[in-house]
Structures are given as C-alpha cells and as structure tokens.
C-alpha cells in the first residue's frame, strides 16, 4: 500500500501561534538531538549504527534491541525494526514509540471499543504514539501513525494520545544514552506533528470504518498507516528559531 496515500499534504506547523514556552522547550529538545547525531558521527557513527552495534545480523521484522527498550520508572517504550524494503522506499527501518499504562492518569482510559480486553497486567495496556522513519545514513526523515493491529497497541483517542507525549522520557543509559536522549528529544522538538498526526489517524480510522460496514478497521489488514509527514531536523530547528526571534 504507498504510503503516500496517507501523507498529510495540508498540514504546516504554525510556529508564530505557539507560546513562546512550547518554542524554547522544542528548541533545546532539538539542540539535543543534533548534538547527540553530532557526538556519534565524530567516530563515524549514527544513531541506528550506534543501537544496532552489538548485532551480529539485522533481520526484518525483529525489535531491536530484543526485549526493547523500556524505561520502568516512566513506562515509556521503543523499539527499532524494519519492513521489507519495498514498503518503505527510502527507508533503513524505523523507530516505534509507547508509553505503557502505569505513567497515565486515572482519566486516561483506552478507546471504549466494542472488542477491548483490559489485560491481565493492567501496565500492558501500551499505546503507541509514534513512529520515526529512518533513512539508510541513520537520520530521520518520516513520522507516521498506524493502525491498531500494526503494533498490536490498546486504542487510546487522539486527545489521550496527545497528553501521553510529554511524558515520554527514557532516562537510563541502555543500551545506548545518545539514541534514548535522541529519541527523547525528538518528541518534544516534533511535538505538533505528533499531535496532527494522532489527530489525523483518528480521522482516517473512522473514514475507513464508514466506508466498510461490518469490518473491524482497527484489525483491517489493508489499512496499516494511518496517517504520515516528512520532517527534517534541521528545518524545525531553524523554524522554531526564526519563530521565537519573531517573539523578541
């Protein structure tokens, strides 16, 4: 299925309309994340070399690191891994990012769908918040939203999704402290493409649902991104930097 049929082709960050707050926390977030590609690449390295190190093989569809990467203390979560590679043209592979239910607020509740199982340990109940693409020299170029059946995540509304991205944090060193503050940084730096694309995988989830009565969209195999955007780092940073010179 291409992926650029659930590419937001009308979605720009207004970077003027945000609280000069928001733009400093995005800048340092994005200050870090160069700085981290930075360190790694004076000794030729980049942040998917740097997690994928100690492998001896890359294998698609395998989590990397094995058992990946969770934070007990926050509850947030990520692994790497890769599809064949004609789904992805571009791509080397791509970062998938959680935050399991033992950091969420008691009003944060999954998705009151018709098929929801509340698991025997109430932590699994995981949601996934974004993916990052990366392409082959380790940089990121893509975010995208998928469908339910992808990770196999608990369905959380886009609002609820939206509240758990600033409590993403994997603050521990292993099994690589550049590549978890990195990714760290990279949610809060593209805090409003997370948050437009939560939105819009809601949107598309419940087109497509309208559009096939008597299906479960959620597990609909032929619909797996829900929703996608470009980004550059480099081209946030300087956007959120022009915007905050234009705050004085």
Same mark, same amino acid.
């Given at each position: 299925?291409?992926?650029?049929?659930?590419?937001?082709?009308?979605?720009?960050?207004?970077?003027?309309?945000?609280?000069? #707050? &928001?733009?400093?926390?995005? =800048?340092?977030?994005?200050?870090?994340?160069?700085?981290?590609?930075?360190?790694?690449?004076?000794?030729?390295?980049?942040?998917?070399? #740097?997690? =994928?190190?100690?492998?001896?093989?890359?294998?698609?569809?395998?989590?990397?690191?094995? *058992?990946?990467?969770?934070?007990?203390?926050? !509850?947030?979560?990520?692994?790497? !891994?890769?599809?064949?590679?004609?789904?992805?043209?571009?791509?080397?592979?791509?970062?998938?990012?959680?935050? &399991?239910?033992?950091?969420?607020?008691?009003?944060?509740?999954?998705? +009151?769908?018709?098929?929801?199982?509340?698991?025997?340990? +109430?932590?699994?109940?995981?949601?996934? =918040?974004?993916?990052?693409?990366?392409?082959?020299?380790?940089?990121?170029?893509?975010?995208?939203?998928?469908? &339910?059946?992808?990770? *196999? #995540?608990?369905?959380?509304?886009?609002?609820?999704?939206?509240?758990?991205?600033?409590?993403?944090?994997?603050? !521990?060193?292993?099994?690589?402290?550049?590549?978890?503050?990195?990714?760290?940084?990279?949610?809060?730096?593209?805090?409003?493409?997370?948050?437009?694309?939560?939105?819009?995988?809601?949107?598309?989830?419940?087109?497509?649902?309208?559009? !096939?009565? *008597?299906?479960?969209?959620?597990?609909?195999?032929?619909?797996?991104?829900?929703?996608?955007?470009?980004?550059?780092?480099?081209?946030?940073?300087?956007?959120?930097?022009?915007?905050?010179? &234009?705050?004085?």
């Amino acid at each position: 299925m291409p992926l650029d049929a659930y590419t937001i082709t009308d979605f720009a960050v207004d970077f003027d309309a945000l609280p000069a #707050e &928001r733009l400093r926390e995005m =800048l340092a977030a994005g200050e870090e994340a160069v700085d981290c590609i930075r360190v790694l690449a004076k000794t030729g390295d980049n942040i998917v070399g #740097e997690l =994928l190190k100690t492998e001896e093989s890359f294998y698609e569809w395998d989590h990397y690191p094995a *058992g990946d990467v969770y934070d007990h203390e926050t !509850h947030a979560q990520y692994y790497y !891994h890769a599809h064949p590679q004609e789904l992805r043209s571009g791509e080397h592979g791509h970062f998938h990012t959680f935050m &399991r239910s033992g950091a969420l607020l008691p009003d944060i509740k999954p998705a +009151a769908l018709s098929d929801y199982v509340a698991p025997a340990d +109430a932590n699994d109940d995981l949601c996934h =918040l974004v993916a990052i693409s990366m392409d082959p020299h380790g940089l990121p170029i893509r975010l995208f939203a998928t469908n &339910r059946w992808v990770t *196999g #995540e608990t369905w959380y509304a886009a609002p609820d999704v939206v509240r758990m991205i600033d409590m993403f944090d994997i603050d !521990h060193a292993q099994p690589s402290w550049p590549v978890n503050r990195w990714i760290t940084a990279m949610m809060k730096l593209f805090r409003p493409q997370v948050v437009a694309l939560a939105e819009a995988r809601d949107r598309r989830v419940a087109e497509w649902a309208a559009g !096939h009565p *008597g299906g479960n969209a959620y597990e609909d195999r032929d619909l797996e991104i829900a929703a996608a955007l470009d980004v550059s780092i480099d081209k946030q940073v300087s956007a959120v930097r022009d915007a905050l010179a &234009r705050k004085g």
